[in-house]
Structure formats: C-alpha cells, structure tokens
C-alpha cells in the first residue's frame, strides 16, 4: 500500500525561561494537508472512489517472470485499491491541497538547545486518506542575560562585597519563580559556589535540578574619604592579628 505522508522539519527559537520553564506556541505551516473539499478522499463530494477492478482492492497484482512469481504495485490504481472516477476538482483526485494553516506546539520544560520534538500525524498529507507523516521541530535556545544551564542545574553569578564574604550575611538571588534568600557563611572564598537545591531547570519526571550561584566579589572603583579610612584601619588590624594573604603562595618563595 502507498505509503503515508512525508515527514515535515521546522526550526522555533524560544527564550532561555521559555525552554526551561516549556512553553505552548502557534507555529504557521504551509504544506500538503487533507483536502477540505472532499475530506482526503480524493472524490468529487458526494461520490465515493470505487474498489479497482484490476488488483480487487489489494493494490498489488501478480507477475510471472519464467520461474519466479511476485506481487507489483497495480498500474491501473497506482497502488491504491481503489479508482477514482469523478475526482474532487480542488485536489484533482489526490486528496490533499497545499495550504497554510496554525497548529499548536507544546515545548517541555528543560528543552535544550538543539533538541527536536516530534508532532504525530502534523507532517504532509498521504495521498488520498493516506495517514500524514510527522511534523520534526528543531528547537533553538537564545542565551540569557542572567543564566547560564548545566544540565539540569541553573548557574548564575551575584556580585557581592568583601564584607559580605568575610562577614557573612543573606543575598537575594533571582530564580526561574522569582528572588529566593541564600546565606552566605562568614568567611566565604571569592568565586566560591553556593547550591540551593530544587531551584533549577524543571524535569518532566521528579525533582527539579539546582540552582549554583557563584559569588563575585566587586572591588569598588572610587572610595569617599570616610570609606577609605575605614578600609585603611582594617587593613592595620589585619595586619596587627597576623594575617597574610600570601601566605603559602608558592610565589612568595
């Protein structure tokens, strides 16, 4: 039998939420559908296609070449099983039109980029009611100003001072959903990773990924005079206690 309808591709580029978070979209198609005059069938309204004579319906007849018998499509249906005698006037008997039309795409949530998502039964139209092929989106992310992904983990970098690092303290870190408070331990390393667990990339099935939030510290570039005061008598205190940032570099040797 004929063989269903062609498989379509497309490309949709989403937001970075967009992919992570899924998203349900229109996406406009031009290409062979069912004939709306005549349902696909192929004949003119009010008339049906007629079991050929020929192959009785099968689509295939028998051929005898010396030894060998075998089964060929039927010439005088096209392989079909059937035959078409007052065809539709709109599709000129195949069933299917070229038209634009709208469907919906649903996108999961943690879409990468790259990734494809197949739509059953969206693709060209079979010939004369045959079943339509499959529609391929190619999904393509832009990048965030704010995130970045690793797998299902969400990466973001917040700037922070040295206060806060040396000190401690809580920040406020934006998510997927909104601001979440992380804390900060006293004595927190420059560049250091902090994971809030549950608050990254959705997954279709079970707990979400993480969210890894990197502090970076910012060194002002102008200090008023009250500040760098405050900065120098820090500086003698640490001093005075003994502490040395360049102790056991390897390049204070």
Not at 27 to 52: I, Y
Not at 74 to 99: A, L, N, W, Y
Not at 208 to 224: E, F, R
Request: proline share 7%; charged share 25%; aromatic share 4%.
């Amino acid at each position: 039998r004929p063989r269903r309808g062609a498989d379509v591709e497309t490309e949709i580029t989403l937001d970075f939420r967009e992919a992570a978070k899924g998203v349900t979209i229109p996406l406009q198609l031009t290409n062979p559908s069912p004939c709306t005059t005549c349902h696909g069938s192929g004949a003119k309204p009010g008339t049906s296609p007629v079991t050929c004579g020929t192959c009785h319906g099968s689509g295939f007849v028998n051929e005898q070449r010396g030894a060998f018998g075998f089964s060929a499509p039927c010439t005088d249906c096209g392989g079909q099983g059937t035959r078409i005698e007052d065809p539709c006037s709109d599709c000129s008997g195949t069933g299917v039109t070229t038209r634009r039309r709208t469907i919906t795409v649903r996108v999961p949530a943690g879409v990468v980029d790259g990734q494809k998502v197949r739509l059953a039964g969206q693709g060209e139209a079979g010939l004369r009611g045959r079943p339509a092929g499959d529609l391929f989106v190619t999904v393509h992310v832009r990048p965030d100003e704010i995130f970045t992904r690793m797998g299902d983990d969400l990466e973001v970098t917040v700037p922070v001072s040295f206060g806060e690092l040396a000190l401690g303290g809580t920040i406020t870190v934006p998510t997927l959903d909104g601001k979440v408070r992380v804390r900060v331990p006293a004595g927190t390393a420059d560049g250091r990773t902090l994971r809030v667990r549950g608050r990254g990339i959705p997954k279709r099935a079970g707990t979400p990924g993480d969210l890894l939030v990197t502090v970076q510290v910012q060194v002002p570039q102008k200090l008023d005079d009250a500040a760098a005061s405050a900065l120098r008598s820090y500086v003698e205190a640490e001093r005075a206690g003994g502490f040395n940032p360049r102790d056991g570099w390897a390049g204070a040797k």
